[in-house]
């Protein structure tokens, strides 16, 4: 076995030496075992760790894979890469899986000591997890600096897939999230073009967002998801905590459970004031601070398990052109993010040349 390793020099100068951001390429599960037990944790340089996965699928060990980031020492974890020398990269999130095989979740990013450092998750499927801790928060997905001590840097989760993951609850009512948790002290969490479908959880079926300050979550799309706790009287898709407020720009929430006590977000309160633009949600608890340019539509999805948009959707050019959290470069199968006048809802942008849709 071994793992490619380079060393890129970077411009910044700590106690003298140069940071550097240290690239592994990672082609099997066991690579990415060792990779993640490898991340900087030297308290005299600012060494970033970067991990490219290359396309294929990978079934994760006893517990998932885990890794820690510490002070002054920025993540990325970024698949698709299509070469042995992970040098060239296809940016379509499909390509690359990492599955839980049911038995575990899929990754866990823990922060120590409250780090500084920027975590930066792009390009994966997370498929298949299963995430139950007795005493402490679980995802079945994707859990990123939760429980304390969170994160302090900046949390970037961009363009993934997460789908048939499963959050169960732990002793005392631990926090059991489906797909995504992910927690910051840090400036911004943000969260944006990812799919969330077909996750389960007693509550917050597909994600879970914690920070004392600025959450943006823009173009994503929650389809199929299940909150499963019939005795909690309010349950929903995607939960959030955040005195700040949360900004929801351009999401798609259709299609998930449905019922007595359950809606795709919850405004209410204190700690769940959310500022929306162009959002299509089905069912919504609470009245947000602010409501720009609502809809509560059928999608018009091309197929009940492909959720890009049909030709005649009315979510096609209907989103805000500047989402707070800014822009990724390219959508979920690494098109072109903006194909038209302005932004498409959800986490794909379509691209139909002829009005009958023809592409």
Known sequence: MS?????????????????????????????????LAALSTSA???????IRIRTGTYFAPAGGWVGAVTNNHDLSVAGGYVDAACTQEALDASLTVLDGNHASGVLTINANAIPNSTIH??????????????????AGGLKVGDPGPIAGGVVLIERNIFQHNVGVAGIGGTEAVGGLLAATDGPNLIVR????????????????????????????TFAGNQSTDAAQAQRVIMDFF????????????????????????????????????????QAMSGTPVSSTGALSVAPGFIGSTNFRLSASSPLI????????????????????????????????????????GFE
């Open 3 to 35: 793992i490619s390793l380079t060393f890129v020099s970077a411009l910044l100068l700590t106690h003298g030496a140069v940071a550097t951001t240290q690239v592994v390429c990672v082609g099997s599960a066991s690579e990415l075992t060792d990779a």
């Open 44 to 50: 005299s340089n600012n060494d970033a760790d970067e």
């Open 121 to 138: 998750i792009s390009g994966l499927t997370f498929q298949n997890g299963n995430g139950s801790s007795p005493f402490q928060s679980s």
């Open 193 to 220: 073009d990812n799919l969330f479908f077909d996750n389960s959880a007693p509550n917050s079926a597909a994600a879970f967002f914690y920070s004392d300050n600025a959450i943006d979550v823009a173009n994503n």
């Open 242 to 281: 955040t005195p700040t407020g949360m900004k929801l720009d351009n999401n798609i929430f259709w299609d998930n459970s449905t019922g007595a006590g359950i809606a795709d977000i919850d405004v209410s309160g204190s700690v769940r004031h959310a500022d929306l633009r162009n959002n299509d949600i």
């Open 317 to 356: 050019d209907a989103g805000v052109s500047n989402p707070n959290g800014g822009l990724s470069g390219v959508d979920l199968d690494g098109a072109q993010r903006v194909d038209g006048a302005t932004l498409d809802l959800g986490a794909y942008e379509s691209n139909y040349i002829f009005v009958d």
